[in-house]
C-alpha cells in the first residue's frame, strides 16, 4: 500500500475505486506498453503518408514531363525535368504568372500590416488594460466573421463599381484586412492574455512608460504569438478566391484567380497544374510551417493551448 | 426597510457629489482605454456591418440590373422564390449535405489521428508534419490537383494505382472509378475532407494533451480498460474540443466556394449556396435575388454560430476563470 501515491485514489472516479481494489499492481504494468505504442506508430505513419500522397504526387508530377504525368498506370520513376516550370511561367504562352503571384504578395501582406496596426490595439484594449463589458466587444468581433462572404459581396461589388475601384488591388486589400481582422484580434488577445499581470503591475509601480512596457515586457512574450497571427492571416488572404474572384481582373488579378483561368484544356496540362500548384502553395507550406508551434491556437481562435 | 437603504446611498451620495471632477476624470480614463479599440471597431462596422444592411434592403426588391427600369419593391418575392425554385433549394440541401459530412468526417478521421499521435513513436513529430500538409496547400491548388491529378478517369493517380494493382495480380482489366462525372458530390466531399482533416486533428491533439493524465493513470491502475478510458474520461474531456472544431469547421466549410468553383464548376447538384448566389447576381445579374439568398445563408449561419459562440464561450471563460 505505501507503494501508492496518496493522491492517486481521490483523483479517481469513485465506482471503478470501489471495484479494482485488488489488481491495482498488474494494472500497472500495462501503463506503458511498448508494442502498442509501435502497432500505433506503424498506422500513424501509414495515414500520415496516406494524407501526404496527394501533395507528394503534385510535387512529383510537377517535374514530370507532359507526357510522363498522363500515363495510366502511373510513371513514378520517370526522368525528371524543369519544363513543366519553364511553361507554367510563360516560356511558350507568354503569359507570365508573375503579375498575378506580385498582386497576391502586395494584397496579403499589406492587408497582414494593416491588420496588425489595427488588431495589436484592439487587443490591448481587450486584454492588458480592458474595457468595460470586453467580452461583449470581443463576441462582436467574432460575430462579423460568422457572416459569410457571400452576404457582404453584392453590395461591395456595387460600391467598388460605383467609385471606380474594381480591379483595383487597394480595395481588395481593405476586404482582405476586414476578412483577417477578427480572427487576428482574437488571436492576438489570446497571446497578449499570456504576459503576466504581476510584470505589468510591477513595471507601472517602478513607472515604465507605455513604450518601455511595450518593448521590454509585453513584446517578449507575446511577439511569437504576433508573428504566428501575422502567418496566419497571410495565409488566409493568400488563399482567398471568391472576393478577389469578382472584384479583380486583368489589373489586380491574384494567384488564385490566375490559377482558375489558367486551366483551359489545351492538350496536356498535368505536370503544368501540378507545377502551378506548388509555386503557388510554397509561400502558405512556409509559413504555415513556420507558425506550426501556435497553429492550433491561433486557429482555434485561442480557446485551445 | 427605506430609511435603512436611504441611510446606505446617502454616504455615497454625499461622496460622489463633490467630485464632478473625478467623475469626469473618469470618464476621460474609460475613454482612454476604449480609443485603441475604436480604429479597428469603426473599420469592421464599415466594412462588414454595412454592406449586409445594404444587403437586406436589395433582397426585398425587385432588380436585375439587365433591366434597371424594371427595378422596384418586391417584398418577400424574393424569398418566396430562394426557398421555391428548385435549383436554390437544391443549393441549401447541398449546403447542408456538404457541411454535415465534411464536419463529421473529417472529425472522425481526425479524432483517430489524433490518438495515434498523442501515443510515443519514432518520427512522430515528422508524421504529424506531413498530416498537417493538406491543410497548407492553397485551396484552389488542392482542388486542382484532386481534379486533374488525382481523379481524372484516364490518367488521374487513384485509376493509375487501381490498374497498376490489378496488373499485379493478373491481366483483368481493372475497374475504374470516374468520381468527377458519377458521384461529383463524393469528390468535393474527399477533397475537402482531405483538407478539413488536419485542422480537426490539431484541435483534438491540442485537447487530448491538455487532458489531466493523474485521472488516466489512476484508471488505468484499476484495471480500465483502453475502452473504458477512452469511453469515460477520453470522450467526455475531448467533447468540447470535438464541438469547437466541427463548428470552427462548419463555419468554414459553410462558406466554401473554391472546392464546388473548381472541382466541379457547381454541375450535377453540387452547386452549395454560396456558389449559387455568384451564378445568380455574377452571371444572371438578378440582385435581388441573390441578395435574398445571401440573407438565407446568414440566417442559417447564424444558427450554427450560436452554437459555436457558446462553445468558445465556455472554454473561453475557463480560460478567464484560470
Known amino acids: 500500500m505505501s507503494t501508492l501515491t496518496p493522491d492517486a485514489p481521490q483523483s479517481t472516479p469513485p465506482g471503478p475505486t470501489a471495484l479494482n481494489t485488488g489488481s491495482r499492481k498488474r494494472g500497472k504494468s500495462r501503463m506503458d506498453p511498448t508494442r502498442n505504442n509501435t502497432a500505433a506508430g506503424i498506422a500513424a505513419w501509414l495515414l500520415a503518408l496516406l494524407f501526404a500522397v496527394p501533395v507528394l504526387w503534385m510535387v512529383l508530377t510537377s517535374f514530370h514531363s507532359e507526357t510522363d504525368a498522363a500515363t495510366n498506370p502511373p510513371s513514378i520513376a520517370a526522368n525528371l525535368t524543369l519544363d513543366a516550370y519553364r511553361e507554367f511561367f510563360g516560356e511558350t504562352s507568354g503569359v507570365s504568372p508573375w503579375p498575378s503571384l506580385i498582386n497576391s504578395a502586395t494584397a496579403s501582406i499589406l492587408s497582414t500590416v494593416l491588420v496588425l496596426l489595427l488588431a495589436f490595439p484592439a487587443a490591448y484594449a481587450l486584454s492588458i488594460r480592458p474595457v468595460k463589458k470586453w467580452t461583449d466587444v470581443m463576441f462582436f468581433f467574432l460575430s462579423t466573421k460568422m457572416m459569410p462572404v457571400v452576404a457582404a459581396i453584392l453590395p461591395l461589388y456595387l460600391f467598388a463599381r460605383a467609385v471606380g475601384a474594381l480591379d483595383n488591388i487597394w480595395f ?116 504555415g510551417f513556420a507558425a506550426q508551434d501556435k497553429l492550433v491556437q491561433g486557429l482555434s481562435l485561442g480557446a485551445v493551448k | 426597510m427605506t430609511t435603512a437603504t436611504a441611510r446606505i446611498s446617502r454616504p455615497g451620495h454625499t461622496a460622489a457629489k463633490p ?156 475497374p475504374q472509378l470516374d468520381l468527377l462525372s458519377q458521384a461529383p458530390m463524393m469528390a468535393v466531399i474527399l477533397s475537402l475532407v482531405w483538407q478539413w482533416t488536419p485542422f480537426m486533428m490539431l484541435v483534438l491533439l491540442a485537447g487530448l494533451q491538455s487532458r489531466p493524465m493523474d485521472t488516466v493513470e489512476a484508471a488505468q491502475m484499476d484495471g480500465a480498460t483502453p475502452w473504458g478510458i477512452f469511453r469515460h474520461l ?55 435575388l441573390a441578395s435574398a439568398a445571401g440573407v438565407v445563408v446568414v440566417i442559417g449561419t447564424i444558427i450554427v454560430a450560436t452554437f459555436a459562440l457558446r462553445t468558445v464561450f465556455s472554454l473561453f471563460k475557463k480560460e478567464a476563470a484560470r
Open chain 2, 19 to 174: 467630485s464632478r471632477d473625478a467623475k469626469s476624470r473618469e470618464r476621460a480614463l474609460a475613454w482612454a482605454r476604449r480609443a485603441p479599440l475604436l480604429p479597428a471597431l469603426v473599420f469592421l462596422i464599415l466594412v462588414t456591418q454595412l454592406p449586409f444592411v445594404v444587403t437586406l434592403i436589395i433582397s426585398f426588391m425587385n432588380w436585375n440590373s439587365l433591366s434597371p427600369d424594371k427595378t422596384a419593391f418586391a417584398g418577400l418575392e424574393n424569398y418566396v422564390t430562394v426557398l421555391t425554385d428548385p435549383d436554390l433549394r437544391q443549393a441549401i440541401f447541398t449546403t447542408i449535405l456538404l457541411t454535415v459530412s465534411v464536419v463529421l468526417i473529417s472529425l472522425i478521421i481526425g479524432l483517430g489521428l489524433a490518438l495515434l499521435l498523442d501515443k510515443k513513436f519514432i518520427g512522430r513529430g515528422l508524421a504529424r508534419t506531413l498530416l498537417i500538409a493538406p491543410f497548407l496547400v492553397v485551396p484552389v491548388a488542392a482542388a486542382l490537383i484532386w481534379k486533374h491529378a488525382l481523379l481524372n478517369p484516364t490518367y488521374g493517380l487513384i485509376n493509375g494505382v487501381l490498374t497498376w494493382v490489378w496488373s499485379l495480380f493478373g491481366s483483368a482489366p481493372a
Open chain 1, 172 to 287: 481588395l486589400i481593405l476586404m482582405y484586412t476586414s476578412m483577417n481582422l477578427p480572427i487576428a484580434v482574437w488571436m492576438m488577445r489570446s497571446f497578449l492574455a499570456e504576459v503576466p499581470e504581476e510584470m505589468l503591475e510591477a513595471a507601472q509601480i517602478d513607472g515604465a512608460n507605455l513604450l518601455l512596457i511595450l518593448r521590454k515586457i509585453i513584446a517578449p512574450v507575446a511577439m511569437p504569438g504576433i508573428a504566428a497571427t501575422a502567418l496566419i492571416c497571410f495565409i488566409f488572404s493568400w488563399n482567398e478566391l471568391l472576393l478577389a474572384r469578382v472584384l479583380t481582373g486583368v489589373v489586380a488579378g491574384t494567384a488564385p484567380v490566375f490559377l482558375t483561368g489558367f486551366v483551359s484544356g489545351q492538350g496536356l496540362f498535368l505536370a503544368q497544374v501540378c507545377a502551378a500548384a506548388v509555386v503557388i502553395s510554397l509561400p502558405v507550406l512556409f509559413a
Open chain 2, 234 to 288: 477520453t470522450l467526455p474531456h475531448l467533447r468540447q474540443y470535438l464541438e469547437l472544431g466541427g463548428l470552427l469547421g462548419a463555419i468554414y466549410i459553410v462558406q466554401n466556394f473554391d472546392a464546388v468553383f473548381t472541382l466541379t464548376a457547381g454541375g450535377l447538384g453540387t452547386a452549395n449556396l454560396p456558389y449559387a448566389i455568384y451564378q445568380t447576381f455574377y452571371f444572371a445579374n438578378e440582385y435581388g
